[in-house]
T-cell receptor
């Protein structure tokens, strides 16, 4: 167990809808990163939050947005869902300057 | 886009045998990490090797890094059925924040 939790575990949405995924970081970690993992592929970096500010973004459109709260929990929001958004969404927490990230179990999103 | 390629894509071995998988990457890195993923769930950090290191051991794991060839290998000795999983390499360029770039993974099946 890494101490990182994510909710919900599974989610089914239809194309065009909006979704919010949640992540609770390991205690003491002030940095959270989000990754998208399509079936059969490696995770791809979406963005990172550090002390409630976005601290880097991967090659994802603006309809992917995030928030980090003062208690360092985090949300990933995706608007105007597309079929290709179907994937496992992983969050990972770490402490500033540390190399190792601790991953949550993921949220599997299916877009119909 | 993914930083690296992993080879082989899939590996099937008998319990007790060694498993070797390779990772190649494209740009200079600060460190390279290996993660394990069971059945499409969260990633578990296995080992980290820095760019100025050539070899590292952790239990039954041995990792090598050749920065001149931009490649790394992961060796699992005396494999067990519980080692059945997907294994991913991830590189960190060392820019602000630790944003990992993953390879496509090697799926390992250890038969009892």
């Amino acid at each position: 167990e890494t101490g990182v939790t994510q909710s919900p575990t599974h989610l089914i949405k239809t194309r065009g809808q909006q979704v919010t995924l949640r992540c609770s970081s390991q205690s003491g970690h002030n940095t959270v990163s989000w990754y998208q993992q399509a079936l059969g592929q490696g995770p791809q970096f979406i963005f990172q939050y550090y002390r409630e500010e976005e601290n880097g973004r991967g090659n994802f459109p603006p309809r992917f947005s995030g928030l980090q709260f003062p208690n360092y929990s985090s949300e990933l929001n995706v608007n105007a869902l597309e079929l290709d958004d179907s994937a496992l969404y992983l969050c990972a927490s770490s402490f500033e300057g540390a190399d190792t990230q601790y991953f949550g179990p993921g949220t599997r999103l299916t877009v119909l | 886009s993914q930083q690296g390629e992993e080879d082989p894509q899939a590996l099937s071995i008998q319990e007790g045998e060694n498993a070797t998988m390779n990772c190649s990457y494209k740009t200079s890195i600060n460190n390279l990490q290996w993660y394990r993923q069971n059945s499409g769930r969260g990633l578990v950090h296995l080992i980290l090797i820095r760019s100025n290191e050539r070899e590292k051991h952790s239990g039954r794991l041995r990792v090598t890094l050749d920065t001149s060839k931009k490649s790394s290998s992961l060796l699992i000795t005396a494999s067990r059925a519980a080692d059945t999983a997907s294994y991913f390499c991830a590189t960190d360029k060392g820019a602000a924040g630790n944003k990992l770039t993953f390879g496509g993974g090697t799926r390992v099946l250890v038969k009892p």
